[in-house]
């Protein structure tokens, strides 16, 4: 039996040069299937048994391919060095920011595992109109405090959400380490909230941050298809995920304490605030207001790196 799979597999391997092992894009069910128009009746968990033998083994996709021009990358993320040790030496503050994935408040099941006496039992399905509400994790890191501050929204995940996010923080906590300090440095994923495409996002950094607090802004964003190498996702949001693993957020409470207890053992803290308000979606830039915008685009790269000053 063995030599019959050997002949059907000829064309249809792949295989490790260094390990020795194969693998092949034909399913258990498909061989049983010619070995049997060949007079062998297999069933397919026991031509699963005799891959294994054979030295076949189970592959899996892996997201490996940039689909971004990797001279661009590299040159961004050199660059985007250059811009934190700038900062950092400076003692002017480095902020990595992101939203989270939007949570639904109530019993339904939150993935991980627990110690517990007892299961835990939640809802077997995971129904919008059962839940209290939704949940939109807004977060600011602070690289150098290693300090996190997370804003629970309840409305829509928009430009004016997470500038406003930014604004908030800086008035309540942001400003207190860093007294003498008028430039910030945000450091943010292409996409979403704080894309950097959008007019949105830079219209209101210009009247939230610059024009409403004084600020100097600049933008540097990661490049297309790289915010896992945004800091806040290893170092807060995975800190978070791992603090409420398994724990139903059948509430505001539940979910913003479990935020405020998120530490590690290197000494991360984190704040957590509900932000109730309404932020309308669909809000539109138009080019006349873009150009009245007091930015200033970098000449590395400037579709990734911009700075906005006071109009004031």
Known sequence: MIDAIHKLMEKETAGDPISGLKWTRKTTA?????????????????????????????RTNRKTISSGSTADRDRQFRYLCRQRGRFEKRGDPVLSVDAKKREMIGNFKNPGAKWERSRTDVKDHDFRSEATGIGIPYGIYDIQANRGSVFLGTSHETFAFAVSCLRKWWQAEGHKPYPRS???????????????????WKQEIQRQLCDGLGLIVTVSHFPSGASKWNPIEHRLFSQISRNWAAEPL?????????????????????????????????????????????????RVLPKWNYTISPQM
């Open 30 to 58: 498909k061989i049983a299937r010619q070995l049997r128009r060949l007079g062998i009746t297999v069933s397919r968990n026991t031509v699963g048994r005799l891959l294994r033998q054979m030295k076949y083994c189970l």
């Open 182 to 200: 008028s430039h910030i440095l945000i450091l943010a994923d292409t996409g979403g909230s704080n894309g950097a495409r959008v007019g949105a």
């Open 250 to 298: 059948d509430s505001y409470e539940k979910a913003l304490k479990f935020i405020r207890t998120t530490t590690t053992t290197t000494g991360l803290k984190v704040t957590a605030h509900l932000d109730t308000a309404t932020y309308p979606t669909g809000v539109k830039v138009s080019k006349q207001e873009l150009e009245q915008l007091s930015i200033r685009q970098k």
